[in-house]
């Protein structure tokens, strides 16, 4: 088994969509990014390319090629996912938690974690999303940007040897 925690944050700026684990969320501003800029989707991609040991998003799909301008994040995930069973892992369970004061999230969280679950071809209920507020502090509590974290186990049937085996 392994262990992958990943991070994300972008800016909210006016004039882009708000998107955050696949879905459409009504608000006035959206995050600022080279891609759709989901926080949430793109700490769950760090998470699972941390616990292969496959670096981090930007290796794949760096903001400097414009051939992933607004690129869809669950194209993204997608992709990270092929990589995962490619190498013989399957995902046990994810844990997220994205940190915003606005707006109020409770009400799509669960279509969220449907649409993560979706993408990575496990049941909903492995898949945890949650929301925590900045309570009025830092970038998040000011409603400057968002942030997202995520940890996961991951296994494989193949056990690795290591200096103990």
Same mark, same amino acid.
């Given at each position: 088994?392994?262990?992958?925690?990943?991070?994300?944050?972008?800016?909210?700026?006016?004039?882009?969509?708000?998107? +955050?684990?696949?879905?459409?969320?009504?608000?006035?501003?959206?995050?600022?990014?080279?891609?759709?800029?989901?926080?949430?989707?793109?700490?769950?991609?760090?998470?699972?390319?941390?616990?292969?040991?496959?670096?981090?998003?930007?290796?794949?799909?760096?903001?400097?090629?414009?051939?992933?301008?607004?690129?869809? *994040?669950?194209?993204?995930? !997608?992709?990270?996912? !092929?990589?995962?069973?490619?190498?013989?892992?399957?995902?046990?369970?994810?844990?997220?938690?994205?940190?915003?004061?606005?707006?109020? +999230?409770?009400?799509?969280?669960?279509?969220?974690?449907?649409?993560?679950? *979706?993408?990575?071809?496990?049941?909903?209920?492995?898949?945890?999303?949650?929301?925590?507020?900045?309570?009025?502090?830092?970038?998040?509590?000011? !409603?400057?940007?968002?942030?997202?974290?995520?940890?996961?186990?991951?296994?494989?049937? !193949?056990?690795?040897?290591?200096?103990? *085996?």
């Amino acid at each position: 088994m392994r262990v992958g925690f990943g991070y994300d944050v972008h800016a909210l700026c006016a004039g882009r969509a708000l998107i +955050l684990g696949g879905i459409t969320i009504p608000h006035s501003q959206g995050l600022h990014g080279h891609s759709d800029a989901d926080v949430l989707t793109h700490a769950v991609c760090d998470a699972l390319l941390g616990a292969m040991g496959e670096g981090d998003l930007g290796t794949y799909f760096p903001s400097s090629d414009p051939q992933f301008k607004n690129i869809d *994040s669950l194209q993204m995930l !997608q992709a990270v996912h !092929q990589k995962l069973t490619q190498r013989g892992y399957g995902l046990i369970n994810l844990d997220t938690v994205i940190m915003a004061e606005a707006p109020r +999230l409770g009400p799509y969280l669960a279509d969220m974690q449907k649409q993560l679950a *979706s993408v990575l071809c496990v049941s909903p209920d492995l898949v945890n999303v949650k929301v925590k507020s900045g309570d009025k502090l830092g970038i998040i509590g000011r !409603q400057e940007g968002m942030a997202a974290q995520a940890v996961c186990l991951i296994h494989t049937e !193949q056990h690795e040897m290591g200096p103990h *085996s």
